[in-house]
């Protein structure tokens, strides 16, 4: 089966698809792997997402859902989508400061490629990231927080640290 992007212009050669169902699954299959590259909503008008390796997809990744860690952050599975987490948030009574462009966009997908959202007054998405949670290339779950050595490289990381798997973002109230 040929997997491409959501608009048919651009085909993955990836060997294979994975798709994990616990963290820890993730961790030996990125471990173990040489190559591996995480297709999100497949939003994407280039190759980033493909590899000669492993395709990762986290749709099937059971996490909990949407998370209230503060008054002003939660924290949601890296794979969810901005129109399934807009509801969760205002169940909530809390809101994000900026959204994608399309529902179908991955949360993950947006700020690890700084796409999406900007203005004047409110940055990138990937400026409501308060921390973020990731498999590294050594299958280790790593957390990085605001103000970490690293946490700025890695919110824009291209994938190149590892596979995002929770992310905190910033919320104000609805």
């Not at 399309?102 to 900007?118: E, F, K, M, R, W």
Request: aromatic share 4%; net charge negative; hydrophobic share 45%.
């Amino acid at each position: 089966m040929t997997r491409t992007n959501w608009a048919g212009n651009v085909t993955y050669s990836a060997a294979r698809l994975a798709e994990p169902t616990a963290i820890e699954e993730l961790q030996a299959l990125v471990h173990a792997e040489e190559h591996v590259r995480v297709v999100g909503s497949r939003h994407c008008f280039n190759d980033i997402a493909d590899t000669p390796g492993v395709q990762v997809s986290l749709a099937r990744l059971r996490t909990d859902g949407p998370a209230r860690v503060s008054d002003k952050a939660v924290r949601v599975p890296a794979w969810l989508r901005y129109g399934d987490l807009v509801p969760a948030l205002r169940a909530e009574g809390v809101a994000l400061a900026n959204l994608a462009s399309l529902p179908h966009i991955s949360v993950a997908g947006a700020v690890q490629t700084g796409t999406h959202g900007s203005g004047d007054r409110i940055g990138s998405l990937a400026t409501q990231v308060s921390a973020l949670e990731l498999v590294d290339g050594r299958g280790e779950l790593v957390r990085l927080a605001r103000g970490d050595a690293d946490f700025d490289g890695a919110v824009v990381g291209l994938g190149a640290l590892g596979v995002l798997t929770q992310v905190e973002l910033d919320v104000a109230p609805a």
